[in-house]
């Protein structure tokens, strides 16, 4: 007994201090608690930006939680949310086993899927806005009608193009995560699995899968919430329009705050922001199970 | 023991140092922002232009200006339109604004003057006579409010104009429309062969606006408006809006904006290279892409296809056919938050620097009409004449020059018209649906 218990001292005095946090948790108050709690006291305030800010009660809360462009923009976070999801997480899960085999050309690939990931959004949007211009992009310069559509001033297509950019720049990033995942797992788990006949299906359903929880969670946090700060891409490829088609919430809280001028609302929007993503983290970590600290490696 | 003692107390000691250091030098960040943009060196004033068409000549003129003025030299940086005017608003509401205020009169210089951020010059122009008597007077009165100058004119008169290809027009064997049924019937002429009747930048929104300021002025005449930007209530239900929206929505019906309308942004100029390639056959668009065309299609230009013309009547309308909408000009206002030094510097540019012989050459060989008197021979042998006399009558001759109504509005308004105008071009919503949700934003 007292040797367990002294270890168990040694363990804790051994173990990290306290001010190690310090140097974060002052960039982390300065910057995102500080600001944060300003975002907060101006949704109770009505501010144009230029004259004093006067307190005003609730009115921006209710100009924004009845302004029906709020509930769109809502909506259209959700959908975007959604099918990014839908159409990265398989992609860069199979990519990311795809490019962890050692083969040659695999490598090779992998260099070239890891492309989109030096650029910045703004470059890839002014890059695809150019292409996929109806009249002198992609469609016209090649004379081919099916690409010549208004990829983006049609409002049923933009939300889907916008997809599309987004994964064509987000894929590669996740692959990488699912890649450096799978080259984790120990190969004597599908040695095992090799003698006991299971081919490479159940291999990739019964071994890989499972071992790669942690790294879905990663990624799928990342790509869930990093969708609530998508903005800096879609503004520059569509400005949120046609009309309000691709208005979704940080940019609706740019444009009121920075175009519209009624910073009060800006924040009251910036406030729903974070607790919307403050929710979906806790969300997704939650459905990872209680026990994060568990080896996902052979003998957990 | 006492040797893990000793090291903790150290680690906390070097733990604590740091944070110290690390503080500190957040607090250097954030002190050193705003004295370090306000003023690049002592006496330095700082301008912030717009890309485009004047871009050059302005380059210019501060090049001069700074190498004559060793000790009242001026920094001068450029921004696309959009951007620049967010970026200004947050930059002057901060307290890091240029000393050189780039603007366009109207309800956006109101809401600085409101808020104390500008200079009043009258004083200035008083005591500088020469000053004042440059400039055309109805130009310069769009700088005043409330019988007092906030701003100076800059640069050149900006009408909004009806360019056509007229290459495109021969070819179909057209004539420019001179009423609102000539141009209706012009497009399904058009279609036809193929062209697209319209370009329109409509990504920009403010593009759009240009159809519905006119379309209202020849309905209505100028006093619709007029009625608006006074906050009367109720001023959107005039009936010329609601023709007007309908006129517009007409015509997105027929197909007379060129295909994918909606995306194509006017700061990126795809919308003048529509016209100039024979995508399009005619733009209404402002003055200004005159010289953004003379430079990106110079061939365009000089050989004499590009064709303007005044905005078509429309039938049974009240408004003049000589009115005009438009910008009468940009203005320099001068940050009541610079320094003294920085104040004095932009002063005596205003005074000196702007409109000399040479910087007034150089505006008109750029293609441009400045706002200052006496230059009618100087248009007359300039090899843009045609467009420039034009431009210089129209805007000389005009009963009435309305403000662009986005300018001339206060922000909030402006840019509620302006997300609700492009509704009405995509066919969101309807014209009564406009009418109510704008005459809901008069007074705000």
Redesign the interface.
């Known amino acids: 007994m007292t040797t367990t218990s002294s270890i168990r001292r040694g363990v804790r005095d051994a173990g990290p201090s306290g001010w190690l946090a310090v140097p974060a948790l002052v960039f982390f108050l300065v910057f995102a608690v500080v600001p944060l709690l300003g975002v907060v006291f101006l949704s109770f305030t009505s501010w144009d930006g230029l004259r004093e800010i006067k307190l005003s009660g609730l009115s921006s809360w209710t100009t924004v939680l009845t302004d029906p462009v709020t509930g769109n923009a809502l909506l259209v976070t959700a959908k975007i949310m959604f099918f990014s999801f839908m159409v990265q997480a398989p992609i860069s899960l199979l990519l990311g086993v795809f490019t962890a085999g050692g083969q040659k050309y695999r490598a090779a690939l992998a260099v070239l899927y890891f492309l989109p990931l030096l650029l910045s959004s703004a470059a890839v949007a002014i890059a695809f806005k150019a292409l996929l211009d109806p009249n002198f992009g992609l469609g016209a310069g090649l004379n081919l009608p099916i690409l010549a559509q208004d990829w983006l001033g049609n409002s049923d297509l933009v939300l889907f193009v916008v997809v599309f950019v987004i994964a064509w720049q987000f894929v590669p990033f996740h692959t990488l995560i699912y890649q450096g995942g799978v080259r984790q797992i120990p190969t004597s788990l599908y040695e095992a699995a090799e003698i006991d006949g299971a081919g490479r299906f159940r291999q990739f359903l019964n071994i890989t899968l499972p071992q790669l929880k942690y790294t879905i969670i990663t990624s799928s946090t990342l790509m869930v919430v990093g969708s609530l700060a998508y903005f800096d891409l879609i503004f520059v490829l569509t400005a949120g329009g046609p009309g309000y088609s691709t208005r979704l919430l940080p940019l609706h809280m740019y444009l009121t705050g920075f175009k519209a001028n009624d910073m009060g609302a800006a924040s009251a929007l910036g406030v729903i922001l974070i607790v919307i993503g403050l929710a979906l983290a806790l969300l997704l970590q939650r459905l990872g199970g209680k026990n994060r600290n568990a080896s996902q490696l052979e003998g957990a | 023991m006492k040797y ?1 003692m000793k090291t ?1 107390k150290l ?2 000691a070097v ?2 140092i ?2 110290a250091a ?2 500190v030098s ?1 607090a250097a960040c954030g002190s050193s922002g705003p004295a370090g943009s306000t003023s690049a060196g002592s006496g330095t004033a700082t301008m912030w232009g717009l890309t485009g068409g004047n871009q050059p000549v302005l380059q210019k003129s501060i090049e001069a200006w700074n190498s004559a003025h060793s000790d009242k030299t001026i920094k001068l940086d450029f921004f696309a339109n959009d951007a620049y005017k ?1 970026k200004v ?2 930059a ?2 901060a307290g890091e604004g240029p000393t050189f205020i780039y603007g366009w009169g109207g309800g956006v210089l109101k ?2 003057v ?2 104390g ?1 500008v200079e009043d010059l009258s004083d200035f122009i008083k005591e500088n006579p020469k000053v004042k008597d440059r400039y055309l007077p109805s130009v310069l009165k769009n700088g005043e409010l409330d019988g007092k100058t906030y701003a100076l004119p800059n640069n050149n008169v900006q009408p909004v104009v009806l360019y056509y290809n007229k290459e495109v027009f021969n070819k179909v064997g057209a004539e420019a429309p001179k009423t609102w049924d000539e141009l209706m019937a012009l497009v399904p002429k058009f279609k036809e062969a193929g062209i697209a009747p319209f370009s329109l930048g ?2 920009s929104k403010w593009p759009d606006l240009m159809w519905l300021e006119y379309l209202v002025d020849r309905i209505g005449g100028p006093e619709v408006f007029a009625n608006i930007a006074a906050n009367k209530p109720d001023a959107w239900s005039d009936p010329a809006v609601v023709e007007a929206l309908t006129k517009i929505q007409e015509l997105v019906d027929a197909g007379g904006f ?8 006017a700061d990126s100029s ?1 919308d003048q ?2 016209l100039y390639t024979g ?1 399009a056959a005619m733009i209404l668009q402002g003055g200004w892409i005159y010289q953004g065309m003379k430079k990106d299609a110079g061939d365009f230009v000089t050989s004499g296809k590009l064709g303007f013309t005044t905005f078509p009547t429309v039938e049974g309308g009240k408004g003049d056919p000589a009115n005009v909408v438009g910008n009468p000009s940009n203005f320099w206002s001068i940050s009541s938050k610079a320094t003294q030094e920085e104040k004095d510097a932009a002063l005596e540019y205003v005074k000196d620097g702007m409109f000399t012989d040479a910087n007034v050459q150089d505006l008109i060989n750029s293609g441009a009409v400045p706002v200052v008197q006496g230059i009618e021979s100087k248009l007359e042998a300039s090899p843009d004449k045609e467009f420039l006399t034009y431009v210089y009558g129209m805007a000389k001759n005009a009963p009435d020059f309305t403000l662009s109504w986005d300018q001339a509005l206060t ?2 308004q402006g ?2 018209m302006l997300t609700n105008l ?2 009405i071009f ?1 066919k ?1 919503i309807t014209p009564e649906q406009f009418v109510s949700t704008m005459n809901a934003t008069i007074g705000k």
């Not at chain 2, 295909?259 to 942004?265: D, M, P, Q």
């Open positions: 893990q903790r680690r906390t733990m604590a740091s944070a690390l503080s957040l967010t608003r947050t002057v509401g809401s600085y409101d808020a951020q409509g990504q060129v295909n994918g309308f909606s995306s194509i942004a795809a290279a529509l995508k922000p909030a840019d509620a492009d509704q995509l969101k």
